[in-house]
């Protein structure tokens, strides 16, 4: 088994070199490590839609996907003569037996907060941040969404104690925030609407961490929903003839309560 999953790696490696070759592919010669990592990027949220349909073969396929992103983009590398494949294997092997100590060495841990103030500390030992000198906030991708990378700040946040103690102060900013959302809607300034919108959601975000919610996964399971309960509609008014702009408001509205009535009886 391990020889044929080696032939495989190889393989797919060879096809790359193969597909950017001058007598190649014209597409994949002329891509360029910014165009892959957006490739890369759609193929990792392709791999989570097959996590979440619950299909083996759909995510073996998409991690396929994947890995053919990164080993495309270890090919650019190496032809750059930065690294190859192989280079970046070692790494994270190395790394991943240095920040688990507990499991390659002898340290002694008693639960998973130690396991993570230890890989703290050991990131800390690799220079990859000064702590006197740098933001705990640091290392945290720019181009990660949003809401992500909210929960992500927050919670880095809440473990250096700046928090609040309960799930009441959280309803409690959220009151204040909606309050000052309220406001600034009245007032009619697109700036401030946008400012106040922005601290609704971390407000939120914050009370996800304190119910132990994933906000990425509440927002995906609200926008399957509401793409079920629409789709029921253009449903409806498909037999009476009709399209949405064809409908009245109130003809919608009834087909949406349908639709959450026929939920509730699931």
């Known amino acids: 088994m391990k020889d044929q999953q080696k032939y495989s790696f190889s393989r797919i490696t060879k096809i790359i070199d193969r597909l950017r070759a001058p007598d190649g592919c014209l597409w994949d010669q002329q891509q360029k490590k910014e165009d892959v990592g957006r490739?890369?990027?759609?193929?990792?949220?392709?791999?989570i839609d097959a996590i979440d349909d619950g299909s083996p073969d759909a995510l073996k396929e998409e991690l396929g996907d994947v890995l053919?992103?990164?080993?495309?983009?270890?090919t650019l590398s190496d032809e750059k003569g930065e690294f190859d494949i192989s280079d970046v294997v070692d790494i994270v092997s190395e790394k991943m037996i240095r920040r688990h100590p507990h499991v390659f060495g002898d340290t002694k841990v008693r639960d998973v907060e130690e396991i993570l103030s230890n890989w703290k500390e050991i990131k800390n030992r690799e220079g990859k941040k000064e702590i006197k000198d740098e933001s705990l906030l640091r290392g945290i991708p720019r181009s990660m969404p949003p809401l992500m990378a909210a929960h992500k700040v927050t919670g880095r946040a809440s473990r250096e104690g700046f928090d609040w103690k309960d799930t009441d102060g959280v309803?409690?900013?959220i009151d204040e925030e909606m309050k000052e959302l309220r406001e600034a809607v009245s007032g009619g300034k697109k700036d401030r609407i946008e400012n106040e919108i922005g601290d609704m959601f971390l407000s939120l975000v914050n009370l996800c961490r304190f119910t132990g919610t994933d906000p990425e996964n509440a927002l995906k399971f609200s926008l399957r929903k509401f793409a079920e309960r629409f789709s029921f509609i253009e449903e409806g008014l498909r037999k009476k003839g009709k399209s949405p702009r064809d409908a009245s408001l109130k003809e919608m509205d009834n087909l949406w309560n349908k639709a959450k009535e026929i939920e509730k009886g699931n």
């Open 39 to 47: 490739y890369l990027m759609e193929e990792a949220y392709e791999v």
């Open 68 to 74: 053919f992103q990164i080993l495309f983009l270890a």
């Open 171 to 173: 309803m409690e900013k």
